[in-house]
């Protein structure tokens, strides 16, 4: 294995990452800035409000591009397997 093709499957193992957690990650900044706009509105300033609301969220996200999120996955893993049997 050299350079070219350690940095390449470092590219796709970023690229795994980021489409893998980024739909939970959106949503949960996009509630939080909903409730954060809500508190500052009516100045309810209560800190463990913003958690609950996320966690449903992230959870829904999750349910919803579950299929997404594991095809990415498997994409990846044969892409590691088919360098590891061609051997780098």
Same mark, same amino acid.
């Given at each position: 294995m050299n350079e070219a093709d350690a940095l390449d499957l470092l590219r796709a193992?970023?690229?795994?990452?980021l489409v893998a957690t980024g739909p939970a990650v959106a949503a949960a900044m996009v509630v =939080?800035?909903?409730?954060a706009l809500f508190q500052a509105l009516t100045q309810i300033q209560e800190s463990t409000l913003t958690f609950v609301p996320k966690i449903v969220v992230v959870l829904v996200m999750l349910a919803?591009? =579950?299929s997404l999120i594991g095809a990415q996955i498997h994409s990846f893993t044969e892409q590691v397997y088919?360098?590891?049997e061609r051997g780098y």
């Amino acid at each position: 294995m050299n350079e070219a093709d350690a940095l390449d499957l470092l590219r796709a193992s970023i690229w795994t990452v980021l489409v893998a957690t980024g739909p939970a990650v959106a949503a949960a900044m996009v509630v =939080g800035v909903v409730i954060a706009l809500f508190q500052a509105l009516t100045q309810i300033q209560e800190s463990t409000l913003t958690f609950v609301p996320k966690i449903v969220v992230v959870l829904v996200m999750l349910a919803f591009t =579950g299929s997404l999120i594991g095809a990415q996955i498997h994409s990846f893993t044969e892409q590691v397997y088919g360098r590891v049997e061609r051997g780098y």
